[in-house]
């Protein structure tokens, strides 16, 4: 099993920035992939970013790309997504999730991922 606790959501004007966090504990020697996605309300969950757990290869949306960043940090099991000139369009509930069990699949599939957070709002206002 392991556990995800997102943190670092808010409220925040357009053109500003938030860095989310996700804390990870339990079994996280089997985490492979740690990725973001977001949900806005009426919307299906979509994919933002995600960064392989070793080899620290990453991948982005083509929305946030150029405006976001991921990274970890393995010593404290913690995945960060800085989002810079932040859009309204980005609002959306903000799901931190893992991949333990094939680092061969679809970074950008939520069914590559078997463990989810609570997630976090972010909320950009106009």
């Known amino acids: 099993q392991v556990q995800l606790v997102e943190s670092g959501g808010g409220l925040v004007q357009a053109g500003g920035s938030l860095r989310l966090s996700c804390a990870a504990s339990g079994r996280t020697f089997s985490v492979l992939t740690m990725g973001w996605f977001r949900q806005a309300p009426g919307n299906e969950r979509e994919f933002v970013s995600a960064i392989n757990w070793n080899g620290g290869n990453t991948y982005f949306a083509d929305s946030v790309k150029g405006r976001f960043t991921i990274s970890r940090d393995n010593a404290k099991n913690t995945v960060y997504l800085q989002m810079n000139s932040l859009k309204p369009e980005d609002t959306a509930v903000y799901y931190c999730?893992?991949?333990?069990?094939?680092?061969?699949?679809?970074?950008?599939?939520?069914?590559?991922?078997?463990?989810w957070g609570q997630g976090t709002q972010v909320t950009v206002s106009s």
């Open positions: 999730a893992a991949n333990t069990y094939y680092s061969g699949s679809r970074k950008d599939n939520r069914a590559s991922y078997d463990y």
